[in-house]
């Protein structure tokens, strides 16, 4: 089967299994808010890489191991640079100093939005790609074409993640932790369009005070949270489109086993943090990996399951880094 998107079977599969876990993690699981165990966390960040692994023996079933390496590759690097993401959340909340009893629904309704947006996003850029091939858009206008096939956007996203490799190497997010998450965008849109309460009213975005229906604090961390979101796939949208620039079924289903596992993987990492403080050089290493993968796309094909060996091996050796030689953070200084 050349292309997956066209297997209504596995579409199906897909949709109904994310639908079927979304419902039982804030419907059944989650219905009442409450502070979430390390082991609870643990627990579901064993379901949701159980059931992507699951999800990609069928892929190897239905369309082969290209196919199968192509979707793990995809899944891993999204899951690393995800990790990235979570210390933006831990600073977010921090910084709204947002009740630990209420972050999962937070994360969870962030989550949607990111559905939502990574869908448009992947399917737009699969188009988009398609379209920019240098030969196609030379014999649009009647010229030969060159021997080498380039494609423009792949170009322009290789060399964006080549610089954004070396600009994060030795990163530790300095000018996020002196951020006034008050005045980011998602912020001010909300404050724009509602009044916003000084207090939490539970786990509710809405609150009424004086016979006045306000926003609370909380409906101002989604935002933020789903802005951050939208600012991260910058990264991590370009990095999966070097593995499978055709083929958005592969892209999509990888890019979201990968998020929806983002919510416990916070609760089970948020305490242990500093364990993988030497991260942000694997993924240095594999934001500048996958740029050249793409540069060099036209004259060199490297193959997925080279790139998945790298992107996991790289990741395997930061993590034992971390715990080997951690960063631990220094203890605050009363004031």
Same mark, same amino acid.
């Given at each position: 089967?050349?292309?997956?998107?066209?297997?209504?079977?596995?579409?199906?599969?897909?949709?109904?299994?994310?639908?079927?876990?979304?419902?039982?993690?804030?419907?059944?699981?989650?219905?009442?808010?409450?502070?979430?165990?390390?082991?609870?966390?643990?627990?579901?960040?064993?379901?949701?890489?159980?059931?992507?692994?699951?999800?990609?023996?069928?892929?190897?079933?239905?369309?082969?191991?290209?196919?199968?390496?192509?979707?793990?590759?995809?899944?891993?690097?999204?899951?690393?640079?995800?990790?990235?993401? &979570? /210390?933006?959340? !831990? %600073?977010?909340?921090? *910084? $709204? +100093?947002?009740?630990?009893?209420?972050?999962?629904?937070? &994360? /969870?309704?962030? !989550? %949607?939005?990111?559905? *939502? $947006? +990574?869908?448009?996003?992947?399917?737009?850029?699969?188009? &988009?790609?398609?379209?920019?091939?240098?030969?196609?858009?030379?014999?649009?206008?009647?010229?030969?074409?060159?021997?080498?096939?380039?494609?423009?956007?792949?170009?322009?996203?290789?060399?964006?993640?080549?610089?954004?490799?070396?600009?994060?190497?030795?990163?530790?997010?300095?000018?996020?932790?002196?951020?006034?998450?008050?005045?980011?965008?998602?912020?001010?849109?909300?404050?724009?369009?509602?009044?916003?309460?000084?207090?939490?009213?539970?786990?509710?975005?809405?609150?009424?005070?004086?016979?006045?229906?306000?926003?609370?604090?909380?409906?101002?961390?989604?935002?933020?949270?789903?802005?951050?979101?939208?600012?991260?796939?910058?990264?991590?949208?370009?990095?999966?489109?070097?593995?499978?620039?055709?083929?958005?079924?592969?892209?999509?289903?990888?890019?979201?086993?990968?998020?929806?596992?983002?919510?416990?993987?916070?609760?089970?990492?948020?305490?242990?943090?500093?364990?993988?403080?030497?991260?942000?050089?694997?993924?240095?290493?594999?934001?500048?990996?996958?740029?050249?993968?793409?540069?060099?796309?036209?004259?060199?094909?490297?193959?997925?399951?080279?790139?998945?060996?790298?992107?996991?091996?790289?990741?395997?050796?930061?993590?034992?880094?971390?715990?080997?030689?951690?960063?631990?953070?220094?203890?605050?200084?009363?004031?």
């Amino acid at each position: 089967m050349d292309n997956l998107i066209y297997h209504p079977g596995l579409i199906t599969f897909f949709g109904v299994l994310v639908l079927i876990m979304l419902l039982l993690d804030l419907g059944v699981f989650n219905k009442k808010s409450h502070v979430i165990s390390n082991k609870e966390a643990m627990w579901w960040s064993i379901a949701w890489i159980g059931l992507s692994m699951a999800f990609s023996g069928a892929i190897y079933y239905f369309a082969g191991f290209e196919k199968f390496t192509q979707y793990q590759s995809a899944y891993w690097i999204e899951k690393a640079l995800s990790v990235d993401n &979570l /210390f933006v959340f !831990i %600073l977010v909340f921090s *910084f $709204f +100093r947002v009740p630990r009893e209420v972050q999962h629904k937070v &994360l /969870f309704w962030g !989550i %949607l939005g990111a559905l *939502f $947006f +990574r869908a448009i996003f992947i399917f737009a850029g699969v188009a &988009l790609i398609e379209a920019t091939y240098l030969n196609k858009i030379l014999s649009y206008f009647g010229r030969e074409g060159f021997k080498y096939d380039i494609n423009i956007v792949l170009f322009l996203f290789g060399i964006f993640l080549l610089y954004a490799g070396f600009k994060s190497w030795g990163g530790h997010g300095d000018d996020d932790e002196d951020k006034d998450y008050s005045q980011s965008p998602g912020a001010r849109l909300i404050h724009r369009f509602f009044k916003v309460s000084k207090n939490f009213d539970g786990d509710k975005f809405f609150t009424v005070q004086n016979g006045v229906k306000m926003a609370t604090p909380l409906l101002v961390v989604v935002t933020v949270i789903e802005f951050s979101d939208l600012l991260f796939a910058v990264d991590s949208i370009p990095a999966i489109f070097a593995i499978a620039p055709d083929d958005p079924f592969i892209l999509y289903t990888s890019n979201i086993f990968a998020i929806l596992g983002l919510r416990s993987l916070y609760f089970l990492l948020a305490n242990f943090m500093y364990m993988f403080s030497r991260l942000t050089y694997g993924l240095a290493i594999i934001l500048a990996f996958i740029g050249l993968k793409m540069v060099v796309s036209p004259f060199y094909h490297i193959e997925s399951s080279h790139s998945l060996m790298v992107v996991v091996g790289v990741l395997i050796g930061s993590v034992a880094a971390s715990i080997m030689f951690p960063i631990k953070p220094e203890p605050e200084t009363k004031k």
